[in-house]
């Protein structure tokens, strides 16, 4: 079991979250922020089983090259980040011990009703994540277990297809004369869902594009959609998109 936890980025949403959590599920956690010192750094992982990095995406190498010499070999060292393939390749580079990568599907405020599910992709010693997949559940979070590949293609295509086509779109729009005079409700709706995105989270999903190795290949892959929309058979592409309501409770599919 994973009773010692060390969590650096404490500070931050997400490392904020696992800590809260820890707490709640007794399991001891040590916070770890910066200024990263070795002593610090040395306090908190004495005796930790699992070491969670929880740093933002451009400070993944950096950190892990902090911290890494500092880890007993038989600490998992995981990550949080919401790409899997490079992230997972650097702390295998730097580590020898068990690794094992994490992407949680949610953010600080899990909305009510939502399933806070925990992608799990296996690094190096395969019965470490399992007991990552356990700590997880212990938390109270739903894990499943993945491949690095299969995750960041699924994820240029739920976040990263989500962002290039908001922008296309709206940057689209917003180049046709007179248009705001024409608003409607559902487009009023639909700006709003997408104003965090792009007035505060822009440059965290142009990052996590340009480190996803599957984003070029998701918007290509759209695009042959746009042309089955350009042919005119919409009714063809409204079919296909039924299956998001193949149930009347999507999760029992």
């Known amino acids: 079991m994973i009773e010692r936890v060390a969590v650096i980025g404490a500070r931050g949403q997400m490392g904020g979250l696992i800590m809260d959590r820890c707490r709640l599920a007794g399991v001891e956690s040590r ?3 910066r200024p990263l010192t070795g002593d610090a750094l040395r306090r ?26 500092l880890l007993d070999q038989k ?16 702390m295998l580079a730097v580590y020898g011990g068990p690794v094992v990568g994490t992407h949680p599907l949610f953010g600080p405020v899990i909305p009510e009703g939502f399933e806070p599910r925990v992608a799990v992709t296996p690094g190096r010693v395969d019965q470490a994540a399992g ?28 976040q990263g297809l989500n962002f290039s086509t908001t922008v296309a779109y709206l940057a689209c729009l917003a180049r046709t004369p007179g248009v705001d005079r024409f608003l409607t409700p559902s487009f009023e709706r639909r700006l709003e869902a997408a104003r965090k995105m792009l007035t505060m989270d822009k440059d965290l999903f142009v990052a996590l594009s340009e480190a996803n190795p599957y984003s070029q290949d998701a918007v290509r892959h759209f695009g042959e959609y746009l042309d089955i929309a350009a042919g005119g058979d919409l009714d063809l592409l409204a079919e296909m998109a ?3 309501w193949r149930t009347d409770d999507r999760g029992s599919a």
Do not use: N, Y
């Open 31 to 33: 916070g770890l922020d």
């Open 131 to 158: 007991l990552v997949s356990d700590f997880f559940k212990a938390l109270g979070f739903f894990p499943f277990m993945t491949t690095a590949e299969e995750h960041d293609e699924a994820v240029a295509k739920i």
């Open 44 to 69: 908190a992982f004495d005796g930790a089983d699992l070491a969670v990095v929880s740093v933002p995406l451009w400070s993944m190498e950096e950190v892990l090259r902090m911290t890494a010499p």
């Open 242 to 244: 039924g299956w998001w």
């Open 75 to 90: 600490t998992i060292l995981a990550d949080v980040c919401s790409v899997k393939v490079h992230p997972l390749q650097q």
